[in-house]
């Protein structure tokens, strides 16, 4: 029904930069809020950032000043731009979408596979 591409992460060193994309396809009817989470080994999965439909976005304090998202809704892509990154930025980063699949259904959430973000010397 709704597949999530994710790409973009890797290994980077601390105060680098990486650019997370996430392209949804399918039967998608209509798009809403797009968003990061992060999961690391023995946390829970965090919000990392979110951006609605109308553009407004949210993101979690420790982010705040160093990641921007942003989305096409031409490519139905969400992107993720992180500087100045650091150690404790290394995760799991998963992206997530709303949307629905026709007119009549109600709004559903999916979910990328997620791509591994390192940050370390």
């Known amino acids: 029904q709704v597949q999530l591409v994710e790409s973009g992460g890797g290994l980077v060193q601390p105060g680098g930069s990486l650019r997370l994309s996430c392209a949804a396809s399918?039967?998608?009817?209509?798009?809403?809020?797009m968003g990061w989470y992060r999961q690391s080994p023995g946390k829970h999965r965090e919000l990392v950032a979110a951006?609605?439909?109308?553009?407004?976005?949210n993101y979690a304090d420790s982010v705040k000043g160093r990641f921007t998202i942003s989305r096409d809704n031409v490519k139905n892509t969400v992107y993720l731009q992180m500087n100045s990154l650091k150690p404790e930025d290394t995760a799991v980063y998963y992206c997530?979408?709303?949307?629905?699949?026709?007119?009549?259904?109600?709004?559903?959430?999916?979910w990328g596979q997620g791509t591994q973000v390192t940050v370390s010397s």
């Open positions: 399918g039967s998608i009817f209509s798009i809403y809020t």
């Open positions: 997530k979408v709303e949307c629905r699949i026709g007119i009549t259904t109600p709004r559903g959430a999916y």
């Open positions: 951006i609605t439909n109308g553009g407004s976005t």
